[in-house]
């Protein structure tokens, strides 16, 4: 598990060495034309600190998606590769080597028998999900069912390491078979938004309401932030879970409150500032006008 101890250990890790050797791939050509095609194995293009160029780990990875049938043999990087998600995102550094456990893949059409071999002949993937990336993992509203992504083999605990402008970095884990999809940078440009509106309205950080807090980022931040008690909430218990993990990470043990219920229905009083981060192109017009109710300031990102 990643920690503040650990953290720059950890940070340091995802950067290449001085001997590894970028490869790149002509994405729109099919893989099956790639001279070394035949030669993609767990050792092919392998620097000696243990990494690889991400292209050779993709075509790697497509080339079994090939033999097991579940794409064309014309496949080609660009459109048929499956969405690669780091273990490990720090800020807007997105690893260009990647090295063992470092990658949990999503993709429509895997199955059983391409996951299996993916765990066992690529080191560097350490979860396989079936899905979407344009489908929702979690709870869309009140009225949705809960949707996972399925999860076939392997881990899929990811930890997203954001910096702010307050000096500190954030440290937020999930499961992301359980989990929006949302990477470092993404959340980066949140908090800068918020940071941005509380200095520019001066915001007085008495009490706040993070009211769809999913992993609890904002919320955080406010706590961080200065402010004197954050009410997080959200209607995905899933998302309280992970919550509660990541208040634990960030070495926040006061001045919180969590609620598990639709945000329409949430009860707590008046606040100084409520903070709506709702999934994009959900309706959320009733919860915005019960925010304008409960609190003098709303900021919806």
Known sequence: MIT???LNENI???KECENCQDIQIKKFSPIMDYDDFDNLDDDFMRCTCGKRPIDIVMAHILKIMIEEGIVREK????????VPLSTFYYSSLNPQFIGNEMLILLHPDFNDAVAARLMNEVSEVKGV???SPSDVAGQFDKDSD????ELLQGNDEQTNVVRTLLGEKLILTKNQ?????????????KLVKLHNYLENNKISPAVAIDGMCGGGAIGIYLLKYGFEKVIFNDIYPEAIETLKRNLKLNEITEGF?????????????NAELCVIDAFPGSDISEITEKAE?????????
């Open 177 to 189: 078979s359980k989990s929006h999809i949302e990477v470092a940078m993404t959340t980066e440009t």
């Open 75 to 82: 496949a080609t990087l660009r459109r048929n590769s499956p």
């Open 12 to 14: 340091e890790a995802i």
């Open 146 to 149: 809960i949707s996972h992504f």
């Open 129 to 131: 999900l079936k899905g």
């Open 4 to 6: 503040k101890e650990n």
């Open 293 to 301: 109710k409960i609190a003098n300031n709303v900021l919806v990102i």
């Open 257 to 269: 409150e969590i609620h598990n219920e639709p945000f329409e229905d949430l009860d707590v009083g």
